[in-house]
């Protein structure tokens, strides 16, 4: 099998001629495996380890993001306050609890 280039890498970085995005989100849910068996998990996993390693960093989110609920918006804003919040000092962040 292949090996991932190592941490640090030039593949890692975001392209030079691309805008590059003031905060990325990946949403990481359970993957059923199904026909793939171990090669797609194994398969999953290196997607997880490349977006891992990305920069700018990626802000991985777990499955319990994918509900809309309450508590769910409330931690996305301090995320993204925590994130962003400092570069963008014209949007307010005042109460992110607040919807």
Not at 22 to 36: A, E, M, N, S
Not at 50 to 71: H, I, Q, S, Y
Request: net charge positive; proline share 11%.
């Amino acid at each position: 099998s292949s090996q991932l280039p190592a941490p640090g890498d030039p593949c890692y970085k975001w392209p030079a001629d691309l805008l590059k995005p003031d905060i990325t989100f990946y949403l990481q849910v359970p993957r059923i495996v199904k026909r793939g068996g171990l090669d797609e998990a194994h398969r999953y996993l290196r997607v997880v380890e490349v977006v891992k390693r990305m920069d700018p960093p990626v802000v991985m989110l777990n499955e319990t993001f994918c509900n809309a609920t309450l508590p769910n918006v409330i931690r996305l804003r301090h995320l993204i306050k925590d994130m962003i919040g400092e570069r963008f000092p014209h949007i307010r962040f005042t109460n992110p609890n607040a919807i």
